[in-house]
């Protein structure tokens, strides 16, 4: 009985790690792509394609629910924001899809020089 309860309790730890892990993967896979599309030569679609790809590389495939970008000024300054949905880890990789929404901004390069 004892022996069941350790167990469980030590499967629920490591699934919340699993949970925490695969947030800040995508977190650091948003902000990967947010910079990325930021650049002043670069497509926001790649930026979208490189959050995807960090994630399929660390985690693994089909994690991503979608991705996003878009050209935003809400902050002060014009910027690249990058959205991603995720699936909710619950049972080891298997949950509920598209659960978790990650957004990261980034700073838009420019090719213009400074007046």
Known sequence: MVGALLTVLT???????????????AHDAALEGAYHAALAD???EEG???????ID?????????SVETRRSSER????VEVT???TVPLVGLLGVPGAWEVTAHAPLDSLDAPA
Do not use: F, K, S, W
């Open 42 to 44: 670069v497509a926001d």
């Open 76 to 79: 002060g300054y014009p910027a």
């Open 84 to 86: 991603l949905r995720i």
């Open 57 to 65: 590389r660390t985690v693994g495939a089909g994690l991503v629910g």
């Open 11 to 25: 499967l629920g730890v490591m699934q919340l790690g699993l949970a925490v892990y695969v947030r800040g993967v």
């Open 48 to 54: 979208a394609a490189r959050a995807r790809a960090v």
